[in-house]
């Protein structure tokens, strides 16, 4: 049983490591969105150079 769950056990670890996938979560996320908007200005300006 002790082997099921070493969450208990190891709370500080644990949440340590769960604080730092969500920061690195959220850095994947924000450059995500940069290279989306970097796209969509990238189409808008070849949308405006052809009309």
């Known amino acids: 049983m002790?082997?099921?769950s070493p969450?208990?056990?190891n709370a500080?670890?644990?949440s340590?490591?769960?604080r730092a996938n969500l920061?690195?979560?959220k850095l994947r996320v924000q450059r995500r969105w940069r290279d989306g908007i970097?796209?969509?200005s990238l189409s808008e300006a070849r949308s405006d150079?052809?009309?």
């Open 2 to 4: 002790d082997q099921c």
């Open 7 to 9: 969450l208990p056990r």
């Open 12 to 14: 500080a670890a644990g």
């Open 16 to 18: 340590r490591s769960a």
């Open 23 to 25: 920061a690195l979560e």
């Open 38 to 40: 970097a796209e969509i």
């Open 49 to 51: 150079s052809s009309a």
